[in-house]
T-cell receptor
Framework: GAVVSQHPSRVICKSGTSVKIECRSL??????MFWYRQFPKKSLMLMAT?????????EQGVEKDKFLINHASLTLSTLTVTSAHPEDSSFYIC??????????????FGPGTRLLVL | EDQVTQSPEALRLQEGESSSLNCSYT??????LFWYRQDPGKGPEFLFT???AGEEKEKERLKATLTKKESFLHITAPKPEDSATYLC???????????FGKGTKLSVIP
């Protein structure tokens, strides 16, 4: 299957600092990448959708100035949590879809990044 | 609005005891129905995509089927390593966004 990686897998930071999470599609060029947040024992919550070279579309209630998304290439998207606070602690997961030779509807997920803000 | 309902919420099986998970959906113009497996602390792992009623797909002990209203994930002779949360999701016409069900947590007891 398709491989999507995320880095880092875990990060602990102090309140007020910014954290960048990278999402890469390793074996296909992703037309679209998605960012999700998941709380313990809850379902995935879509935060934003990004297409290469264009601005991300954020879901209602997600602060675009707080969660900066950059989709600089067909294989890389980054999520920056700016001025992180303890309530931003969560499990962040990216996914990617599209690309030649792939079923375009299917999203492939990364392994997730555990963020803990102290 | 697209909706996905999964049942049961949790299922405990003895090793080797076959069973099925259900995913009922309502969607405007089904683009695809997806099954994923999620282990604790990990991202969802893709299992199957189904596109139209009557379609079936198999992978090892898993078989997914699709009707116009629901999908089943059949697990044959499960093993403890099949223990995970199984997620069902759909995409509808005009969007690639996934609508997820709440998942079925499967526990297979040795």
């Amino acid at each position: 299957g398709a491989v999507v990686s995320q880095h880092p897998s875990r990060v602990i930071c102090k309140s007020g600092t910014s954290v960048k999470i990278e999402c890469r599609s390793l074996d296909f060029q992703a037309t679209t990448m998605f960012w999700y947040r998941q709380f313990p024992k809850k379902s995935l919550m879509l935060m934003a959708t990004s297409n290469e070279g264009s601005k991300a579309t954020y879901e209602q209630g997600v602060e675009k100035d707080k969660f900066l998304i950059n989709h600089a290439s067909l294989t890389l998207s980054t999520l920056t949590v700016t001025s992180a606070h303890p309530e931003d602690s969560s499990f962040y997961i990216c996914s990617a879809r599209g690309g030649r030779g792939r079923k375009e509807e299917t999203q492939y997920f990364g392994p997730g990044t555990r963020l803990l803000v102290l | 609005e697209d909706q996905v309902t999964q049942s049961p919420e949790a299922l405990r099986l003895q090793e080797g005891e076959s069973s099925s998970l259900n995913c009922s959906y309502t969607v405007s113009g089904l683009r695809g129905l997806f099954w994923y497996r999620q282990d604790p602390g990990k991202g969802p792992e893709f299992l199957f995509t189904l596109y139209s009623a009557g379609e079936e797909k198999e992978k090892e002990r898993l078989k997914a089927t699709l009707t116009k209203k629901e999908s089943f994930l059949h697990i044959t002779a499960p093993k403890p390593e099949d223990s995970a949360t199984y997620l069902c999701a759909v995409t509808g016409a005009g969007s690639y966004q996934l609508t997820f069900g709440k998942g079925t947590k499967l526990s297979v007891i040795p």
